[in-house]
């Protein structure tokens, strides 16, 4: 029943956050056009890296640390901060010297600084402890409340071409004042104790986080970086069709799958934490209604995608279509990058060989965007992607295979086991 709970306040925080954007995308989309989107998108995947460095990768460590060690919460939570305190006072001294040293930037200052909100708003950001007390109830009320101002802000002062740096306002300050909002709330709500923790301790908690945290760093190479690169050697109307391609698989991944990893992510943290057969005999058990959904999804998709993008974006968007297909590849593919990379590999202690293969594609992926994108555009960056998460994926379940870790069979998907996995995420306690 605490799973029912859990799995409905997560699948609401995820339509809630997609749910108003599909409503304010048409009007976004309409009143910049794909260029001002791309300016946006732009500046908003350079800001990104620098979040991406305070986020660190305390996401997941945190809640796997603090899901099987309850008693560190105090010094848990201070040293998770003061570590990405430290980052971000780092990040502001190099975002200023970008902006200065890139002319590209300095053109839009203001929309920059604005933008960089977003990365202050991570640094008060502790949804990782808050999920590890399974209060997904708070998480669900914050976003819905911020979602809502944001929405009716958008749609009482967003009319005009020109009001790009009011419309950053709006995203990232408000979510910054909800970020500070539950950080607050979670110290009083959990009486948080300031410690300083020691130096041994910081140590092990970058050091746990390290493999996952450059993870994130390689994977935003063929991901995020891509945006930039198209900024530089091609033109803001490519991104703003590449970004908004993108953003319609950012919105599938959330509203279908995410919630239910979010849900089973501790499950099988505390499973592993018992031993490693627990932990693999939950994946297989899982599992079916993972690929069910994937694949439903991905027809879905490709069924509907002219109606999808003349619907949220209208008819200036309408060269998007080819991406959208190519790029839903990529989508189905990156639901096994995140399930047996990301919470399988890395809880049998497999970090180096999940970041080795994505360090080398990495490399490839920046090697062939730089390359082509410029005679190529957006096609190329969403090739890029998409081959990029299949061999990825594919890397990862070889890996596991010639180690002895079988976690496919041939009846994964059979009708038991796919009613088998269905009750097992609903009522598993």
Known sequence: MNNIKNLFYISTVQVVNYLFP???????????????????NYIAAIV?????FVNYSFNYTG??????????????????????????IFCTILFSVVIYLFQDLQRYSLLCWV?????IASLFTQNWFLQSFSNFKVIAIFSFITKLITFILIILFISDKNDLVLYSAILNVTTFLTSLTIFIYTVRKYEVKAIIPSFFFIKSLISDGKYLFLSSIVTNIYTTTGIVILGVLSTKLDVGYYTSAQKLMDVSKS?????????IFPILARKFGEG?????ETVKKVLPIFIVISIIFLFFINIFDELIVMLL?????LPIISLVRILSIGLFAVFFGVFIGGQVMLNLGMDSAFVRIQIIIAILSLFINCLLVHANGGLVTSIVWSISEVVISLYQVVYLYRRGVIIFSWDTLSYNSILGSIKYVLNKK
């Open 22 to 40: 599909i409503i304010t995308v048409p009007i976004i989309a309409r009143t910049f056009g794909p260029e001002n989107v791309g300016i946006i």
């Open 48 to 52: 990104g890296y620098f979040s991406l």
């Open 63 to 88: 809640v796997r640390w603090l899901s099987r060690n309850p008693a560190d919460k105090n010094i848990l939570f201070c040293g998770i901060f003061i570590v990405q305190l430290a980052i971000f």
């Open 115 to 119: 933008s960089y909100f977003s990365c």
């Open 255 to 263: 509203i279908v799958l995410l919630p239910i990893s979010q849900i």
């Open 276 to 280: 490693k057969e627990q932990g693999l």
């Open 313 to 317: 974006f209208g008819k200036d968007f």
